[in-house]
T-cell receptor
Framework: DGGITQSPKYLFRKEGQNVTLSCEQN?????MYWYRQDPGQGLRLIYY???????QKGDIAEGYSVSREKKESFPLTVTSAQKNPTAFYLC???????????FGPGTRLTVL | AQSVTQPDIHITVSEGASLELRCNYS??????LFWYVQSPGQGLQLLLK??????LVQGIKGFEAEFKRSQSSFNLRKPSVHWSDAAEYFC????????????FGQGTELSVKP
């Protein structure tokens, strides 16, 4: 079955540590996105990528980094510079810019 | 500013009753519009979308939405709610020429009474 997988589902991190969230898709989509979701808020865009080896900052990129070495993969690193990293992180992909986005199941990150 | 407003944070309806979730957007043109649903701890699932054409769009699970340009609205409706519809609903739009990002509303949490 085609889809988007995110791992792990739950992640715990100590303050000061970097952590990487995985996102993989087998939909052959060109574009991939990372969103952050906080309680009572909508989703906010962290980074997005439309082609391999290229990505752009979204609205809240500070404290995060990404790479896009393969079409199928778009990992997100939450660095120690992110002041409030505890949140639910969602990865999405789409065929092209403007098409509907398909979402993964999410990773819940908790900083201890 | 580009934004989506979902005025109702939480709505409770009885099973079998009709439902309307409100959504208003702020944008200088007609955007591509979407409604997504999210169950607790899960990702988002697309319910329906509007790109152009007929302003009444049908989606999955018996949902429909009507685009009204004059009101900048894209309200979601369902004639008869089922207990399994309890979830959070997000309205969003895609502003053109901005890299494909979606702008989301704050979400409306739907509870269904038996």
């Amino acid at each position: 079955d085609g889809g988007i997988t995110q791992s792990p589902k739950y992640l715990f991190r100590k303050e000061g540590q970097n952590v990487t969230l995985s996102c993989e898709q087998n939909l052959n989509h060109d574009a991939m996105y990372w969103y952050r979701q906080d309680p009572g808020q909508g989703l906010r865009l962290i980074y997005y990528s439309q082609i391999v080896n290229d990505f752009q900052k979204g609205d809240i990129a500070e404290g995060y980094s990404v790479s896009r070495e393969k079409k199928e993969s778009f990992p997100l690193t939450v660095t120690s510079a992110q002041k409030n990293p505890t949140a639910f992180y969602l990865c999405a992909s789409s065929k092209l810019q403007g098409n509907e986005q398909f979402f993964g199941p999410g990773t819940r990150l908790t900083v201890l | 500013a580009q934004s989506v407003t979902q005025p109702d944070i939480h709505i409770t309806v009885s099973e079998g009753a009709s439902l309307e979730l409100r959504c208003n957007y702020s944008y200088g043109a007609t955007p591509y519009l979407f409604w997504y649903v999210q169950s607790p701890g899960q990702g988002l699932q697309l319910l329906l979308k509007y790109f152009s054409g007929d302003t009444l769009v049908q989606g999955i699970k018996g949902f429909e939405a009507e685009f009204k340009r004059s009101q900048s609205s894209f309200n979601l409706r369902k004639p008869s709610v089922h207990w399994s519809d309890a979830a959070e609903y997000f309205c969003s739009f895609f502003p053109l020429n901005q890299g494909g990002k979606l702008i989301f509303g704050q979400g409306t949490e739907l509870s269904v009474k038996p």
